[in-house]
């Protein structure tokens, strides 16, 4: 379920998100709760919890394009950031 996540995402985004493998990705035992709004009705199991990195990926302005398309502002204010 996990690869099949990882490269739908990899195709929506244009991103080599594919490479985020077992080799790649830790699921923690412990974590600590979102705090907030949410925190009071967000039930929390760290059993889906990943966390991944890709060291070798090279970060470029083109790799942000898709995720700036799904914000409601679109790119107005997260270029600015």
Request: glycine share 2%.
């Amino acid at each position: 379920m996990w690869a099949e996540l990882v490269n739908a995402l990899s195709g929506l985004f244009c991103a080599s998100l594919n490479f985020m493998d077992t080799k790649t990705t830790v699921m923690p035992r412990w974590s600590f709760r979102p705090s907030g709004i949410a925190a009071e009705y967000y039930s929390f199991d760290s059993r889906f919890m990943r966390f991944a990195a890709l060291p070798r990926e090279i970060v470029c302005t083109e790799n942000l394009t898709p995720w700036e398309k799904l914000l409601p502002c679109e790119s107005q204010v997260a270029t600015n950031i």
